[in-house]
Every structure is written in structure tokens, then in C-alpha cells.
């Protein structure tokens, strides 16, 4: 049962252009999500989060919307270039699951490539 | 300040045998967290532990264990390897607990089962 989905294996983006990868969370006690981008052959590095007292969250071209009510957020990425093709990881944890078994739930990912 | 380390980046066992993966956090984080990453599973916590005590555990079976020691460098052991578990072990740590405080990863140990 996966609670944090990312439905879209991959994406290709031209440079220059917006890129939106989105996730999907099936549990209602989720409060806080972070995205993670992953290079090859390194570890995933932290990009941006949010919580959920908010439904916006902006860093230079990154920015992360979440709509709770379709437990869904996005990451868009404005606007799109070379260095940004990785794989993006979305993830959630719950302040309320904390030291249950499911504390902090990755998605599988989304490997984006900007075309040039 | 050093980044995470991992030891050793890659690793070739065959079935049945037991291996210990370590990690070196940044100074100064006192949480670590061991997570699996195999091809489209993406990345599957395993534990974390936080002033030397196992906080939480995520659905591994108990061929999977770790520790922390009082500096804060862990290590994870897998007994009796199986096929299923060749995959790349990520660690990361943080200052404060994982779920609320952003994670630094390792570059990870590629574990490969013959």
C-alpha cells in the first residue's frame, strides 16, 4: 500500500520552460513534505518543503504547492535548466506517526530530463 | 563541515552471508537513518536511530539490523543475504529527528548478492 505516490515515472521538459512533477499521499496525518532531488551514483540532496499550515513554499526557481483537500502537491520548477535533470523524490511524514513504523514514507520517484 | 560518509561504496556477497554497512554523520546530527533504494521501489525506510537508541523501524525483516554508537556513526548489519536484498543503502542524518528536519544522504553502498 503505497502512501506517497508519484505516478509519473518520468518527464521530459525543454529548457527554459516550467517543469511540474507531482505527488499524491493517501494519509490525512501527513503534516510535512519535502522534495529530494538524486544525481546518479550520489545521495538524494534536500531541495524544498512544506507544511502543512501552508499551501505555498517558494525557493529562488523552486516552488512546492499543496492542496490537502486533494492531498496532492507539486513541484514547479521555473524556469527548467541542464543541471535539473535528476530524479525527484517526494516524501511525507506525520508529527502524529512519529515512532510508528511509517514516520517518514518516500515515493518512488521521477526522473526528469530537460531537453536542450 | 564533511559530509556523509559511507563505507564501503560497493559491496559483492553471496546468498547466505551476513554484511555490516557503516555511516559517519555530519558532526553534530544525532539522528541517522538507513533507507533501501532497488529499481522502481524507490527509497524504503529501514530505521533510524537518535542518541544511540533505535527510534523507529520500518517493514524489514529482522535479518536487518543496525546500531549507533555514542559519536553517532552507525552501522547496519544483514544476515543470511538473499537474492532480493542487492540494492543501494542510503544513510542519511540530521541534527534533530528525520521527519522533522532535513536529511543529509551518503552516496550510498551498492550491495550486490551472487
Known amino acids: 500500500d503505497q502512501q506517497v505516490k508519484q505516478n509519473s515515472p518520468s518527464l521530459s521538459v525543454q529548457e527554459g520552460r516550467i517543469s511540474i512533477l507531482n505527488c499524491d499521499y493517501t494519509?490525512?496525518?501527513?503534516?510535512?513534505f519535502l522534495w529530494y532531488k538524486k544525481y546518479p551514483a550520489e545521495g538524494p540532496t534536500f531541495l524544498i518543503s512544506i507544511s502543512s499550515i501552508k499551501d505555498k513554499n517558494e525557493d529562488g526557481r523552486f516552488t512546492v504547492f499543496l492542496n490537502k483537500s486533494a492531498k496532492h502537491l507539486s513541484l514547479h520548477i521555473v524556469p527548467s535548466q541542464p543541471g535539473d535533470s535528476a530524479v525527484y523524490f517526494c516524501?511525507?511524514?506525520?508529527?502524529?506517526?512519529?515512532?510508528?513504523?511509517?514516520?517518514?514514507?518516500f515515493g518512488k520517484g521521477t526522473r526528469l530530463h530537460i531537453l536542450p | 563541515k564533511a559530509g556523509v560518509t559511507q563505507t564501503p561504496r560497493y559491496l559483492i556477497k553471496t546468498r547466505g552471508q551476513q554484511v555490516t554497512l557503516s555511516c559517519s554523520p555530519i558532526?553534530?546530527?544525532?539522528?541517522v537513518s538507513w533507507y533501501q533504494q532497488t529499481p522502481g521501489q524507490g527509497l524504503q525506510f529501514l530505521f533510524e536511530?537518535?542518541?544511540?537508541?533505535?527510534?523507529n523501524k520500518g517493514n524489514f525483516p529482522g535479518r536487518f539490523s543496525g546500531r549507533q554508537f555514542s559519536n553517532s556513526r552507525s552501522e547496519m548489519n544483514v544476515s543470511t543475504l538473499e537474492l532480493g536484498d542487492s540494492a543501494l543503502y542510503l544513510c542519511a542524518s540530521s541534527p534533530g529527528v528525520a521527519g522533522r528536519d532535513t536529511q543529509y544522504f551518503g552516496p550510498g553502498t551498492r550491495l550486490t548478492v551472487l
Open positions: 536511530y537518535f542518541s544511540e537508541t533505535q527510534r
Open positions: 516524501a511525507a511524514s506525520s508529527y502524529v506517526l512519529m515512532n510508528r513504523d511509517d514516520k517518514i514514507i
Open positions: 494519509n490525512s496525518m501527513f503534516d510535512y
Open positions: 558532526s553534530g546530527h544525532r539522528s
